[in-house]
Every structure is written in structure tokens, then in C-alpha cells.
């Protein structure tokens, strides 16, 4: 788990965790002002305004839920065409938003190699698009899954998300809250793996 290898899809999941942050942040009016990316596997998302209530938590619960959203989306060539697009699609629009010099490199080397993928599918062999989308919803959802158990659960980190849930619902204690973050991201990859499998059973 701690390798080199999967070092980038370590960031990518982060860079996932983050976006959801932006994302539910400029769904409830707010603005945000960077997202970074850090080699420590950490992040941070800068916004003013918005929902707190529904910001907070959508960093973890979004990893979660696109994790499973790509395993869905891996049943079908042209849906995991468009997932693939859809991350490419991402990527590009966080290098507006002052990224540190570790999420630029992820970002364009993530661009770099999903495009080539969706372009070596479609002209050149397949199916590579569905496993490539498959392998990156099993690792983003496993990762979010993972990394709620080690932050939230077995122990409590000084200003992770639960803490900051915590401070908006005093009685709801941070370990509490990673629970209720691990339940909601397991349904995730759940239905993920489900709705996979019945769009491949019906073709």
C-alpha cells in the first residue's frame, strides 16, 4: 500500500477529495480561492461562502461516491469514455485555482495518460477504457474508505473533517462521524459494484 507505484493514485484520490470540496462549494453559492494538493497524501480546498453543512463533509463522501460512479460508469464503453473525459475535464479546471507545484505535475500527468487511454481504446485496442475507468473507481472508493478508517476512525486528526463536522454539531463526536462517513462510503461502493454488474448482465 505505502509504495511508489500506487503513490499517484494515492494523490489522485486526494485530488478527488478535494474537488468534492470545490464542487459542493460552488453548488451552494460559494467561491473557492485554491485547491492543493500536497506529496504528504494531505490537501486543502480554500473557499469563502457556500454550505458549510453540505462542504464539510463532501470531501470524503465525494471520494466516495465518484469512486463508485466510475465503477458504475466502467460497465459501458462510451459511459466510461465519458468518466474518463469527465476526470480530464476536472483536472483542467483546478489548474485555475492556484494549485501547488505537486497538484500541477499530478494534474497534467493524469491528463497526459487518460487521454492516451481514451484515444488507444477507441482507434487503436479495446476494451482498455473500461478497465482503466474500473480500476480508478476501485482505487478512489477504496482509498476514501481507507482513509476514513485511519483519520477519522482509529484515531482523531486535529482539523480533519470530523473535527470541523464536530465544531458544526457539538454532540456529534468526530469518531462518530467517521463511522457515519465509513457507512455512507461502503453503500457507495456497494451500489457501484451492483449497478456495474446489472449494466454488463443486460447487454
Known amino acids: 500500500w505505502n509504495t511508489a507505484i500506487l503513490k499517484p493514485m494515492k494523490l489522485i484520490a486526494v485530488f478527488v477529495h ?3 470540496h470545490a464542487m459542493a462549494c460552488w453548488m451552494t453559492g460559494g467561491s473557492v480561492k485554491g485547491i492543493e494538493v500536497h506529496k504528504n497524501e494531505g490537501g486543502v480546498t480554500k473557499y469563502v461562502g457556500g454550505i458549510r453543512y453540505i462542504v464539510v463533509p463532501a470531501g470524503y463522501l465525494g471520494g466516495a461516491f465518484w469512486g463508485g460512479v466510475f465503477v458504475t ?3 459501458d464503453r462510451i459511459a466510461a469514455t465519458c468518466a474518463a473525459s469527465l476526470l480530464v475535464f476536472a483536472l483542467l479546471v483546478s489548474l485555475k485555482y492556484s494549485p501547488n507545484g505537486t497538484m500541477v505535475a499530478l494534474c497534467i500527468g493524469f491528463i497526459v495518460v487518460t487521454l492516451a487511454v481514451i484515444l488507444i481504446d477507441w482507434f487503436v485496442f479495446n476494451p482498455l477504457i473500461n478497465f482503466v475507468v474500473l480500476y ?3 482505487f478512489i472508493g477504496t482509498f476514501s474508505v481507507y482513509d476514513i478508517y485511519d483519520d477519522l476512525i482509529t484515531r482523531t486528526v486535529e482539523g480533519s473533517d470530523a ?3 464536530h465544531k458544526l454539531i457539538p454532540c456529534c463526536l468526530p469518531r462518530c462521524v467517521g463511522v457515519q462517513f465509513a457507512l455512507v462510503a461502503l453503500l457507495f461502493q456497494g451500489l457501484g459494484i451492483y449497478l456495474a454488474l446489472v449494466w454488463m448482465g443486460a447487454k
Open 73 to 75: 460508469l466502467s460497465g
Open 163 to 165: 473535527h470541523a463536522c
Open 136 to 138: 480508478y473507481g476501485v
Open 18 to 20: 478535494e474537488m468534492s
